[in-house]
């Protein structure tokens, strides 16, 4: 848990008399009351100094709504609270408080918004000083020094507390800084708050006393309500503590302090166009007693144009392509001559990724490569060429800067810059080339480093300053965050690809039924590959499935979607599904894995693969028919043998995850030697064309005669496209062939047992009519059993059939029963239930294809070449 807020310390010289005028010693103030409420309005955090304020220990409070702590009606107080501070990163005002003891205090407070460990934000509220009931004033205090924030001996800060009646020009200025007449002290108070720069004075105890007109304008808040507060409560940022830090050793030291960057709003977070001066304010006997701190902007007018548009500029020339080569050498071409007389750009071969950057890191050699190099002059000081190897020594000022993770200005006669001239040549031969100035600027982007930037002047005279250290620091930042996005992009690409092609079927599966030959290309352009597949699935009785499919998206999530989706159409493929009630169980499982992810992915309209389309379907050589069903993918083309080229009238189905609408199977009969074209839309989306135009140059391109499908594909592809494509292209081209009643033999069978002994009978001499004797064996013992379970546990009629394709036998039975056989293993004294067993060791695979009427099992069995 973040710590609140604490006190930061004793004055220093706190036991020292005050020199000047006689005055009442105060008490050291109370620490700031400082409270944390979460996003719910719950107190999570209850300071010490919260305790002074309002008499609650945290025991009471924390857990508690704040709302009980307001002394107005809590409910319409804490929402108009509320609308005033939603959307804001800080809010302030007036708020009517309710002590423990029941009295009412009005006071000033301050809220910023602050981010946990957790995804919820809380706000942090400060209140300076302890509160005085409504109407009264702390007892022992005067009127006029009621919130005078406790600087020592100055009198002018503690007259213009709130409710003092003392206004601005009135406040005296006497006291400890000499004596002054009453004009000379108006004056003196005008000059601090008219001051053309940011002025403040902080205490000893490093809470503001003193704010000018041009803080107040900064920071968006008046002095009233800064003054008691430190620093980082007034405005919570890194920048904040590291200049509270400075003022704090200018309160020990006595002596000035620099920063080149100064707080801004709420928000915003440091501001690296101010230079801030953090200076002690002494008595006349020279003893410390407040810090003024003094901002002056740094840009003149015509230099801030100047930079401005050069940083326009790069907006544009930097980052042109996907090439991390060629923007860091467009980084170094707009920085040269401009900002600097020479520029190189070295890249880390592995990037570094992880926290912030930590000038504690252990320094470690590092080595580079030159990517870029850019000077003034053509043989400038460069160090060494684009391509080479550098490797900077673990306390050279590069490896340094990498590791705070800011650049660095640096002059010849600098100690780091001189001892890395003796350890590194390439800095010797850099520096003893009338280089008079340096600059290092880290490239750093999203967490990862992933290089440096190195600018030098040779020719122009005066050194870089601050300013230009910020110019290149955002010319480098620019060119890192287009490195960097190349370099995921690059990563993601690959990863997808490799995942992509892992996917899709790396060789296409052994079957007699069609000739396949088949096309994948992923999309061009930044997009990234999609998730199209196309796949090709043997099934039983020499029959094959054909499936085309597309998810929508692309990158990662779209392949790992196509490859659950692919994976699940095999399954149900081999179930021997119809393909339209295929496509409605993949309907089914696409609405479940939509439902599943829909929550968690911000772009729920490719959740679990909504609006994927998909064409499945099967070709049965035997009876040259094809069974055909889409769910919203673009119909298939057939090619007849005379040339004549139409699309498949299959029903458009909706695309899968929308539910609830059928899908319908179309059947019609292909001649052998028929062309299939299956493809995914990609093919058709070519932007240099219209459709009509696109469908006439495919069909131009399948119509004309090829030897081979590789061939067609290729036509296919070159006549669509003329660029690489907006949309990943998945194309199949199959070439129908036919078994012939010589490869197939079938037997009707009546249901009587003693028809087993013929069946084996038909089955041999089929066998032996096709040269395969030595599989009689297996064939008979398959026959044997399918048979006898027909008879014994399905209708007639029943058929036998036989299927002779290249180096497969399948032997099929089928009967009019819906019932299907299960294999079990059988007990030591079971007189049954080992067939199935036998038959599923011996076949190479088994099961069993449903139809309207009655079922066929099957076993495909290897047969030996030969």
């Not at 930061?8 to 008399?17: F, K, L, N, Q, T």
């Not at 306390?395 to 780091?416: F, I, N, W």
């Not at 600018?455 to 230009?468: L, N, Q």
């Not at 597949?533 to 692309?554: K, M």
Request: glycine residues 10%; aromatic residues 4%; proline residues 7%.
């Amino acid at each position: 848990m973040e710590r609140l807020p604490t006190h930061p310390g004793e004055r220093p010289h706190e036991s020292d008399a005050s020199p000047g005028p006689a005055r009442t010693a105060s008490p050291t103030p109370p620490p700031p009351a400082t409270a944390a409420v979460d996003a719910r309005g719950i107190v999570t955090e209850w300071s010490e100094g919260a305790r002074q304020l309002l008499g609650y220990p945290p025991s009471e409070i924390v857990g508690q709504p704040a709302a009980r702590l307001l002394a107005d009606d809590a409910g319409a107080a804490g929402a108009a609270v509320l609308r005033d501070a939603a959307g804001r990163e800080r809010w302030s005002g007036t708020v009517a408080l309710r002590h423990r003891d029941g009295r009412r205090l009005r006071r000033e407070l301050l809220a910023h918004r602050r981010t946990t460990d957790g995804p919820v934000a809380e706000w942090l509220v400060v209140s300076a000083v302890t509160g005085t009931p409504e109407g009264q004033t702390p007892a022992g205090t005067p009127e006029g020094e009621a919130a005078g924030g406790g600087m020592p001996g100055n009198e002018a800060a503690g007259s213009r507390a709130a409710g003092s009646g003392t206004s601005r020009s009135e406040a005296s200025g006497s006291g400890t800084y000499g004596s002054e007449t009453a004009g000379s002290g108006r004056l003196g108070e005008w000059a601090f708050h008219q001051a053309p720069c940011v002025m403040a004075v902080f205490d000893a105890d490093l809470r503001l006393v003193r704010a000018n007109a041009g803080m107040e304008q900064v920071l968006s808040l008046t002095e009233d309500r800064m003054r008691g507060l430190r620093l980082p409560e007034i405005v919570p940022h890194p920048v904040s503590d590291e200049t509270e830090a400075k003022m704090r050793r200018v309160l020990e030291d006595g002596g000035p302090q620099q920063l080149r960057a100064g707080a801004g709003p709420a928000g915003t977070g440091a501001n690296d166009g101010w230079s801030t001066t953090l200076v002690p304010l002494k008595d006349p006997a020279g003893r410390v007693r407040a810090v003024c701190l003094a901002a002056h902007q740094r840009f003149q007018e015509r230099l801030a144009r100047q930079r401005m548009l050069l940083l326009s500029e790069a907006s544009t020339r930097i980052g042109t392509t996907a090439d991390s080569g060629r923007t860091a050498q467009e980084l170094a071409d707009i920085a040269v001559p401009r900002l600097a007389d020479f520029a190189a750009v070295d890249l880390l071969d592995a990037p570094r990724h992880g926290g912030e950057p930590s000038p504690a890191a252990p320094a470690r050699p590092l080595a580079t490569t030159r990517t870029a190099v850019r000077s003034v002059l053509d043989d400038g000081p460069t160090a060494s060429a684009a391509g080479t190897k550098t490797l900077y020594p673990a306390l050279s000022p590069v490896v340094r800067c990498l590791a705070q993770g800011h650049g660095a200005l640096y002059d010849t006669a600098d100690p780091d810059l001189l001892r890395w001239a003796r350890q590194d040549p390439g800095a010797a031969r850099l520096l003893g080339s009338e280089t008079h100035s340096v600059m290092v600027v880290p490239m750093r982007a999203h967490g990862a480093t992933l290089g440096v930037a190195l600018f030098g002047r040779h020719r122009r005279a005066e050194p870089f300053e601050a300013d230009d250290l910020w110019l290149a620091e955002e010319l480098t930042a620019k060119a890192a965050v287009s490195i960097h996005t190349t370099r995921r992009d690059s990563r993601e690409h690959t990863s997808t690809m490799t995942l992509q092609r892992s996917l899709l079927p790396q060789t296409l599966p052994d079957q007699g039924a069609l000739d396949i030959a088949t096309r994948y290309l992923p999309a061009g352009t930044r997009a990234g590959v999609g998730g199209d597949w196309f796949d090709v699935i043997p099934l039983s009785g020499a029959r094959v499935a054909l499936v085309v499919g597309d998810v929508v998206g692309h990158g990662i999530r779209a392949s790992a979607t196509m490859g659950r989706l692919r994976t699940a159409v095999r399954t149900l493929a081999d179930v021997d599904l119809p393909p339209d009630e295929l496509l409605t169980h993949l309907d089914d499982l696409v609405l479940h894995l939509s439902a599943d992810e829909g929550g968690t992915d911000d772009t729920a309209e490719s959740a679990g693969g909504i609006g994927t389309t998909c064409l499945y379907a099967v070709y049965d050589p035997v009876s040259r028919r094809c069974a055909l069903a889409r769910a919203g993918h673009p119909p298939p083309a057939a090619v007849t043998p005379d040339g004549a080229v139409r699309f498949l009238d299959v029903p458009a189905g909706p695309p899968l995850g929308l539910g609830g609408l059928p899908f319908e199977t179309f059947e019609t009969e292909l001649p052998e030697g028929s062309l299939l074209a299956l493809y995914t839309d990609g093919l058709l989306a070519a932007r240099d064309h219209d459709i009509d135009e696109a469908l006439d140059k495919m069909f131009a391109a399948l119509a004309r005669p090829a030897k081979t499908l590789d061939t067609v594909c290729d036509r296919v592809l070159t006549a669509m496209l003329t660029h690489r494509p907006d949309d990943d292209i998945a194309l199949l081209v199959a070439r129908t062939r036919a078994l012939h009643a010589d490869r197939v033999a079938a037997w009707d069978l009546a249901s009587d047992p003693a028809v087993v002994a013929r069946a084996r009978k038909h089955a041999t001499e089929q066998l032996t009519a096709w040269g395969l004797d030595d599989a009689a064996f297996i064939t008979e013992l398959t026959v044997s059993e399918l048979v006898t379970n027909a008879i014994r546990y399905g209708r007639p009629p029943i058929q036998l059939r036989l299927i002779h394709e290249d180096s497969t036998l399948t032997c099929e039975v089928f009967d009019s029963s819906s019932t299907a056989p299960h294999m079990r293993r059988a007990r030591t004294f079971d007189e049954g239930g080992r067939g199935l067993l036998l038959v599923g060791q011996l076949a190479r695979r088994w099961g069993t294809r449903h139809a309207l009427t009655g079922k066929t099992v099957w076993a495909e069995q290897s047969l030996s070449p030969g």
